[in-house]
């Protein structure tokens, strides 16, 4: 017995140190306002959040409507002072009334037997306060096309997703819808994150950081779009090549990623092949860095990758599940061999629906060692691929630095495939 009240003290004491936390935001954000004409500063949203624990104490006791009574209290006292200080400095934000509604609530989570929760979600109260300049800015920057894409991710992972059924159809089970949009939920997101972190680098970066951003969405298409830049502009030869040579090595991790959030059990064995080309590609982008040059802003005629539209991912989706069927059956009827034959046939355009496939049958029993061998071969026929293009479309210097990342790349997983083996 002498338990319990030690622990409501502690989540009371949470209740209190929400509505602090906030409060200090709130607090430091009106800094300057004259004392008394401020809705609530950091007294006030501490004794907030601790109204808000002490009303679910006592609805512990007398039933869940003090809680609501003490709600209704507090939204009451906000609506007048809000209309009070709105008339008197034409100020019609309600950010801080609604940020006390949530500490109350916050407060009354700790004492519910939510603690934790109710930190968490005073620590993110008081980020999203603070971080309103840099929201707000990043608002003003985002384009409609760039919202409705968010729109369109919400829509496939949050709506879409859970409404389809996690059963396997056609040959082996290999037409699961479930999994199969899950796969084009992934890349779309991993897209997303490339086209904003271009965004976010801005005109400055350069090269290199495109590259990188670059190889997280597309690298065949950052190289093709860099080719044609070089095609114009000779003199940024070296950097363009250092910019596809670092996408090509980012696309490597990013199926590393891909194979991890897959099949974890198959990232030990693909991680040292993989993992040794993406070295070797920083490696040579790193040497041709470091030659003295001058380093150019980014060129007009570089655009940022765009992000996904829902074309797009139901494209992904229809080539997934085409390959992913191809795979059963060149295993059921060519073994290994059919399936290394379609790795090297889907690498020409892209590694990630064979890596996804791949690392997918694998958790029905595929050897880990052929679907290495099938994800390295696709990621060698896509890199040779993109070395042909800037030789076809640039040529001159960035043709054959690209070309020699590229053979050192290849060089390297190689190697590494065969110590793998036990061969070499």
């Given at each position: 017995m002498?338990?319990i009240?030690w622990?409501v003290?502690?989540?009371?004491?949470?209740?209190?140190?929400v509505?602090?936390?906030?409060g200090?935001?709130?607090?430091?954000?009106?800094?300057?306002a004259?004392?008394?004409?401020?809705?609530?500063?950091?007294?006030?949203?501490?004794?907030?959040?601790?109204?808000?624990?002490?009303?679910?104490?006592?609805?512990?006791?007398?039933?869940?409507?003090?809680?609501?009574?003490?709600?209704?209290?507090?939204?009451?006292?906000?609506?007048?002072?809000?209309?009070?200080?709105?008339?008197?400095?034409?100020?019609?934000?309600?950010?801080?009334?609604?940020?006390?509604?949530?500490?109350?609530?916050?407060?009354?989570?700790?004492?519910?037997?939510?603690?934790?929760?109710?930190?968490?979600?005073?620590?993110i109260?008081?980020?999203l306060?603070?971080?309103?300049?840099?929201?707000?800015?990043w608002l003003?920057?985002?384009?409609?096309?760039?919202?409705i894409?968010?729109?369109?991710?919400?829509?496939i992972?949050?709506?879409?997703?859970?409404?389809?059924?996690?059963?396997?159809?056609?040959?082996?089970?290999?037409?699961?819808?479930y999994?199969?949009?899950?796969?084009?939920?992934?890349?779309?997101?991993i897209?997303?994150?490339?086209?904003?972190?271009?965004?976010v680098?801005?005109?400055r970066?350069?090269?290199?950081?495109?590259?990188?951003?670059?190889?997280?969405?597309?690298s065949?298409?950052?190289?093709?779009?860099?080719?044609?830049?070089?095609?114009?502009?000779?003199?940024?030869h070296?950097w363009?090549?250092?910019?596809?040579?670092?996408?090509?090595?980012?696309?490597?991790?990013?199926?590393?990623?891909e194979?991890?959030?897959?099949?974890?059990?198959?990232?030990?064995?693909?991680?040292?092949?993989l993992?040794?080309?993406?070295?070797?590609?920083?490696?040579?982008a790193?040497?041709?860095?470091?030659?003295?040059?001058?380093?150019?802003?980014?060129?007009?005629?570089?655009?940022?990758?765009r992000?996904?539209?829902?074309?797009?991912?139901l494209?992904?989706?229809a080539?997934?599940?085409?390959?992913?069927?191809?795979?059963?059956?060149a295993?059921?009827?060519?073994?290994?061999?059919?399936?290394?034959?379609?790795?090297?046939?889907?690498?020409?355009a892209?590694?990630?629906?064979?890596?996804?496939?791949?690392?997918?049958?694998?958790?029905r029993?595929?050897?880990?060692?052929v679907?290495?061998?099938?994800?390295?071969?696709?990621?060698?026929?896509n890199?040779?691929?993109?070395?042909?293009?800037v030789?076809?479309?640039a040529?001159?210097?960035?043709?054959w630095?690209?070309?020699?990342?590229?053979?050192?790349?290849?060089?390297?997983g190689?190697?590494?495939?065969?110590?793998?083996?036990?061969?070499?």
């Amino acid at each position: 017995m002498d338990e319990i009240p030690w622990r409501v003290f502690g989540t009371l004491g949470v209740a209190l140190a929400v509505g602090l936390l906030i409060g200090l935001e709130r607090g430091w954000h009106d800094r300057d306002a004259p004392e008394g004409q401020r809705v609530a500063g950091l007294r006030t949203f501490g004794l907030i959040g601790l109204l808000g624990g002490l009303c679910a104490l006592l609805a512990d006791a007398y039933g869940g409507v003090m809680l609501g009574l003490g709600f209704a209290g507090l939204a009451a006292t906000l609506i007048v002072a809000h209309f009070k200080s709105s008339w008197r400095t034409e100020d019609y934000g309600i950010t801080s009334e609604v940020a006390s509604l949530a500490t109350f609530a916050l407060g009354a989570a700790a004492v519910a037997g939510h603690p934790a929760p109710a930190a968490a979600g005073a620590v993110i109260t008081a980020t999203l306060l603070g971080l309103k300049p840099e929201l707000h800015a990043w608002l003003r920057r985002l384009d409609r096309q760039e919202l409705i894409a968010a729109l369109q991710l919400g829509l496939i992972s949050v709506v879409v997703l859970p409404l389809l059924p996690d059963v396997g159809y056609g040959p082996g089970g290999a037409l699961n819808p479930y999994a199969l949009w899950w796969l084009v939920v992934l890349i779309t997101a991993i897209s997303f994150v490339g086209h904003f972190a271009i965004r976010v680098a801005g005109e400055r970066r350069g090269l290199l950081f495109t590259g990188l951003a670059g190889g997280l969405a597309s690298s065949t298409a950052l190289t093709l779009s860099f080719a044609r830049i070089g095609r114009e502009h000779a003199a940024l030869h070296p950097w363009l090549a250092i910019g596809v040579a670092v996408a090509a090595s980012t696309m490597f991790l990013r199926m590393l990623v891909e194979v991890a959030l897959v099949s974890p059990g198959l990232l030990a064995a693909a991680a040292p092949v993989l993992g040794t080309m993406a070295l070797v590609g920083f490696g040579v982008a790193g040497a041709v860095l470091l030659r003295p040059r001058r380093a150019p802003d980014r060129p007009a005629g570089i655009e940022g990758t765009r992000p996904f539209q829902l074309k797009v991912a139901l494209q992904f989706a229809a080539a997934l599940a085409v390959i992913g069927v191809l795979s059963e059956l060149a295993g059921r009827w060519l073994g290994d061999r059919g399936l290394y034959l379609l790795a090297l046939l889907s690498g020409v355009a892209d590694v990630d629906a064979i890596t996804l496939s791949l690392a997918r049958m694998t958790e029905r029993g595929l050897s880990s060692e052929v679907a290495v061998r099938g994800m390295v071969i696709a990621a060698m026929t896509n890199t040779v691929v993109k070395s042909l293009m800037v030789v076809v479309i640039a040529g001159g210097r960035m043709a054959w630095q690209v070309a020699l990342a590229a053979a050192a790349m290849i060089a390297g997983g190689g190697a590494a495939l065969l110590l793998r083996l036990g061969i070499a």
